[in-house]
């Protein structure tokens, strides 16, 4: 509905009475119970919020200001909000004001000493004060408020909250230009965001994980590869689809996101030189985005694109009617953003091309001098960007983090390498001997079947080959025992030493644990017929067996400069540990092998209430599509060699997910060829072993 000035006013000066008289019967008694009412508060934002759309939109700073007055009895988080709307406010309306600065610094400032009891304002106001430090280009300082930020969002919120702050890091390495390390920001952020879908609201059920999805494809377009920019763009487009159904009420705003992504699609189609597709694309974008009340400024950026694409078609008749459009809406608009200076330059080098093409060389060359003094303009303006210095932040904050687990003593790291690399030799040498003997029984059976008339004969050389192998096995168990019972009773001699320093005894605790779980590897395969129902559980914390499993395989990771950063909640499950330690060894040993030098590995945990989801993310060379059916067949070949030349042998991920069903669990992955791969497992809290 659309108020004349008049009736305008008149809304306005209702609202205030009847939020005063709602403040101004509060007054009295007034305590936190009453301040802090959610309800009463956002009424009076969202009414804030109205004016600031308005042809007035100073008129909501007046608004507040003259709301607060009334009441004296503000609470911390009505003062809170205010600042906020007007950090926001400023922001938007005067970049070149300090205001911004101001009001975050008075949200952090009373958000002192009470960050446990406001976890979600403290979060966001350390992001606020990263955004105003980065529009100064304090970018170091700005990045480490966005890294703080995050950290504690991981720690004290929901990943609905963090998902949005991980979205944020994306977004810095996305202005830097850096759009391979933004993408992994992004994916994790859709991860973490689709963990909270089941109590999100709008902005995290469809505004945050379609703009995920959108600057994902925003990425590949930037780096040129424009059948991954589609893939993504149709993702966004799909995921629409499906949330308008559920978002009835937000059919403007979907509409609007809707036409952001044509825009985009028909963008990359341009490159592609499909005129018939950038065409439509293009134009059902600027149908959308140029009706009043919709995203305008897209339908101009849609409109460059069009003209751009008619350019390059030689239909310049369509061209200089939408460069006139496009010249219209810039001399309406006082250049107030540096985005406006983007569009400028753009428009500009549209000018420079079009006269260049109909060989009109005067006013060719005209706006080729606007487009360079506009470019070098930008360039020196956001020189300073294009620095390393946020990668240098993050790398720093994350190396501080991992110190507190890697410092030890080297002698005694020596020690436990060599160890741990025997223990994992023996592994190896007991799995290579278990897929030869089965690899021998299957090449018998062939035969069996091909030569019926000997069917007799092969029975009785395949049960000869069982009962050698059989003892094979028990010959290899038994020489196998004595090395690592030797390395588990030397650890046990150290753990006997009363005056034993900390990292000491935590690293020989280490060995001998593991060397008790490979002892029972070793008997697990002499009794391969022994049911799980037979196998004792135990209460074990999450965040402890996966912290050891990290610790545990940090020196191999640390072979090829790798990182292992372990992120979990504080949940606990009922489980064989052994068992379940062997599961996340195998993932996370599998996810070293087939990561680049110098990357990371994140290994997280979610409590779903009645379930813990695990999962292990790496950055390296992903599964092929064709493989992805295939891991978990014992059968199956899908072996490959790792990113260093790691031999393969292919039967790991089949006993991880017999562990996993035994215990009532699920185990699956998620892979992009090239773009790294994410195992997950999901375990029942408390539940019995599957029969």
């Known amino acids: ?75 911390v988080l009505d003062l809170w909000y205010k600042y906020d ?51 100064q280009k304090k970018y170091s300082e700005a990045f480490q408020y966005f890294y703080s930020g995050r950290r504690f969002a991981q720690k004290n ?61 925003l990425c590949y377009e930037r780096m040129n590869k424009a059948d991954s920019a589609i893939l993504y763009y149709r993702k966004a487009l799909s995921f629409i689809s499906v949330q308008e159904k559920k978002n009835l009420n937000e059919s403007k705003f979907i509409s609007a996101a809707r036409g952001v992504i044509y825009g985009n699609l028909g963008g990359v189609y341009a490159v592609k030189l499909d005129y018939d597709s950038a065409e439509k694309y293009l134009q059902q974008s600027i ?43 810039i001399d309406a608009d006082d250049a107030k953003h540096i985005d406006d200076y983007y569009f400028k330059m753009k428009l500009s080098k549209l000018r420079w091309d079009y006269y260049d093409r109909t060989k009109d060389y005067l006013s060719a060359y005209k706006y080729s001098q606007d487009y360079y003094k506009l470019h ?69 059976s062939k035969i069996g079947a091909e030569q019926n008339l000997r069917l007799q004969e092969t029975l009785a050389a395949l049960e000869q080959s069982q009962q050698e192998n059989t003892s094979l096995m028990r010959i290899v168990a038994h020489d196998l025992r004595n090395p690592i019972g030797g390395i588990t009773m030397m650890a046990e001699m150290i753990l006997k030493e009363p005056n034993l320093p900390g990292e000491v005894r935590t690293m020989a605790e280490l060995i001998k644990t593991s060397g008790d779980n490979s002892m029972a590897l070793v008997t697990d395969l ?82 779903l209430g009645d379930k813990v989801l695990i999962w292990i993310q790496d950055f390296g060379i992903g599964i092929p599509v064709e493989l992805q059916d295939q891991l978990f067949d014992m059968y199956a070949d899908t072996k490959r060699s790792g990113t260093a030349g790691e031999q393969p042998f292919g039967m790991g991920l089949a006993i991880c997910k017999q562990i996993v069903q035994a215990h009532n669990g699920r185990i699956w992955c998620v892979s992009e060829k090239g773009n790294g791969t994410t195992f997950y497992v999901e375990l029942p809290k408390y539940a019995r072993f599957a029969d």
């Open 1 to 75: 509905m659309i108020y004349s000035g008049a009736m305008r006013y008149q809304v306005f000066l209702t609202g205030i009475f009847l939020l005063l008289v709602s403040f101004i019967s509060c007054q009295n008694g007034a305590n936190d119970s009453v301040n802090e009412d959610g309800q009463r508060r956002e009424s009076l934002f969202k009414y804030a919020r109205t004016l600031r759309d308005t042809p007035r939109p100073a008129s909501s700073i007046s608004y507040l200001d003259s709301v607060y007055a009334a009441n004296k009895n503000a609470s």
């Open 526 to 607: 002499l009794n391969s017929n022994v049911s799980f129902k037979e196998l004792k559980k135990e209460v074990v914390e999450v965040h402890k067996m996966l912290a050891y499993c990290a610790d545990i395989l940090t020196f191999k990771a640390a072979e090829k400069g790798q990182k292992l950063i372990v992120k979990s909640s504080n949940a606990q499950l009922a489980v064989n540990t052994e068992k379940i330690w062997r599961v996340i060894s195998n993932l996370l040993a599998n996810a070293i092998k087939f990561s680049p030098n110098g990357s990371r590995i994140l290994v997280n945990s979610t409590d």
């Open 287 to 329: 149908d959308i985005n140029e009706q009043p009340g919709f995203y305008n400024e897209d339908a101009r950026t849609a409109k460059n694109k069009l003209a751009s694409l008619y350019i390059q078609f030689s239909q310049y008749k369509k061209a200089d009617v939408l460069l006139g459009e496009l010249q219209g809406s």
């Open 157 to 217: 919120l929901d990943s609905c909250s963090y998902a949005q702050m991980t979205e944020k890091i994306g977004l810095v390495m996305y202005n830097q230009g850096n759009y391979v390390k933004a993408i992994p920001y992004f994916r994790t952020a859709f991860q973490e965001n689709r963990q909270c879908i089941a109590n999100a609201d709008f902005q995290n059920r469809f505004i945050l994980p379609q703009s995920l999805l959108n600057t994902i494809g």
């Open 376 to 444: 070098d303009s930008l360039i020196k303006a956001n020189a300073f960007l294009t620095n390393d210095y946020l990668n240098e932040s993050y790398e720093n904050s994350e190396r501080q983090h991992s110190l507190e687990l890697s410092k030890k003593d080297n002698k005694l790291k020596t020690v436990y390498l060599l160890a741990t690399s025997g223990v994992s030799f023996l592994g190896i040498v007991i799995l290579i001997v278990v897929y030869l003997s089965m690899k021998r029984y299957r090449g018998i």
């Open 85 to 135: 709307f007007k950090r926001d406010y400023y922001a938007e309306t005067d970049v070149k004001s300090n205001l911004p600065s101001v009001y975050v610094d008075s949200m952090l400032r009373i958000m002192q000493g009470r960050e446990n009891l406001y976890k979600l304002e403290y979060a966001r106001s350390l992001f606020h004060k990263g955004g105003v430090l980065l529009t």
